[in-house]
């Protein structure tokens, strides 16, 4: 069955850290990966996608994300992260694009000042 | 417009009632996309249309879920006989096809007392 995994529920990084949240996924094929960011009151929002190609990806916000197909793994990165990082993120699987997305639980990232 | 629009933004619906969900996608986009998001969870899929045809209904929980897209612009997701699993935030997307980045709406917040 495809699903997708969050392991970490909550993640507090101090400003100015390194951050990575885990997503892993279950899947027959090669799939299209994304990652979302919801922020309170805002719809949510591509960071990144992965579809073929380069396994790493840069996106918006100074994000980026490898696919790495042995360990059936989409881990988001950034360097530095900001105050204003501080979100709900999502990793999403899709057999083809955007269609029938199946969702992780999300990872709510909180920023110590 | 330059968003996906969702009205209303915030919905109490009394068990039984019937209520309805406005989705005006971005103007020009041929795909759209319903999903309901449970409290902590991520969204899950509800139905997807393509223009005004509805190419899958197959996430609607049940026969009292319905949606629809008349004119291939705004869509309307229609709830009969609420009851209190419905409460979710019930979230929409568009794209311009299938295949190009989804743009999410705020979401409207449905609770069912």
């Known amino acids: 069955a495809q699903s997708v995994t969050q392991p970490d529920i909550h993640i507090t990084v101090s400003e100015g850290a390194s951050l990575e949240l885990r997503c892993n996924y279950s899947?027959?094929?090669?799939?299209?990966l994304f990652w979302y960011v919801q922020s309170p009151g805002q719809g949510l929002q591509l960071l990144l996608k992965?579809?073929?190609?380069d396994t790493l990806v840069q996106g918006i916000k100074g994000f980026e994300a490898e696919f790495k197909r042995s360990q059936s793994s989409f881990n988001l990165r950034k360097p530095s992260v900001h105050w204003s990082d501080a979100a709900e993120y999502f990793c999403?699987?899709?057999?083809?694009?955007?269609?029938?997305?199946?969702w992780g639980a999300g990872t709510k990232l909180i920023i110590k000042p | 417009g330059a968003g996906v629009s969702q009205s209303p933004r915030y919905k109490v619906a009394k068990r039984g009632q019937d209520v309805a969900l406005r989705c005006d996608p971005i103007?020009?986009?041929?795909?759209l996309f319903w999903y309901q998001q449970a409290l902590g969870q991520g969204p899950e899929f509800l139905t997807y249309?393509?223009?005004?045809?509805?190419?899958?209904k197959s996430g609607l929980p049940s026969d009292r879920f319905f949606a629809e897209r008349p004119e291939g612009s705004v869509s309307t997701l229609k709830i009969q006989r609420t009851q209190q699993e419905d409460s979710a935030v019930y979230l929409c997307?568009?794209?311009?096809?299938?295949?190009?980045?989804?743009?999410f709406g705020q979401g409207t917040r449905l609770t069912v007392v």
């Open positions: 999403a699987l899709g057999q083809d694009s955007n269609y029938q997305l199946i």
């Open positions: 899947y027959g094929a090669t799939p299209y």
């Open positions: 992965y579809f073929s190609g």
């Open positions: 103007s020009g986009h041929v795909s």
């Open positions: 249309f393509q223009n005004e045809a509805q190419l899958d």
């Open positions: 997307a568009s794209s311009a096809d299938g295949n190009t980045e989804a743009f």
